[in-house]
């Protein structure tokens, strides 16, 4: 199968795979080659393949969706982050986390001060006008 892991940036993962597990709402599933075409909505969680090679891979994924047709599998999600094992995913999930708490704060300030200086420019244009 032709796995495709796409992010709002980047295609993150684009490799050839001969199983799939991910989560879905009601629980995990099993995707092999020769399985039905197949839609699911993904919750966060871990979604792991293994290569042609044998290797398994893990990532941990946000809300997303997942569809296979032929051998074709795209997920679409806004958030992933690959780890070479489970307990390397964990701190490379917490370095991403942290990552987006930072770009957030930034975010926020630059906000509060183009709302300061709009409330300043109105005062200022009544105080002219």
Partial sequence: ??????????????Q?????????????FCLLPHHVYFVASLVPGILSYTT???EEVHLAVGEGA???????????TRSAVRGPD???LK???DEAIRILDDKEKIAR??????EADIVRR????????
Avoid at 1 to 14: A, K, R
Avoid at 109 to 114: F, H, M, Q, Y
Avoid at 122 to 129: A, N, P, S, T
């Fill in 122 to 129: 109105f005062v200022e244009l009544k105080e002219h006008g």
């Fill in 52 to 54: 042609a090679a044998g």
């Fill in 109 to 114: 300030a630059a906000a509060a001060k183009l």
């Fill in 1 to 14: 199968m032709n796995l495709q892991v796409l992010l709002p940036t980047e295609i993150l993962v684009q």
């Fill in 86 to 88: 489970l307990g390397k």
């Fill in 16 to 28: 050839e795979v001969v199983k799939i597990i991910a989560e879905a709402g009601n629980g995990s």
């Fill in 66 to 76: 997942l569809v296979k047709y032929g051998s074709h599998v795209l997920v679409s």
């Fill in 91 to 93: 701190q490379a999930v």
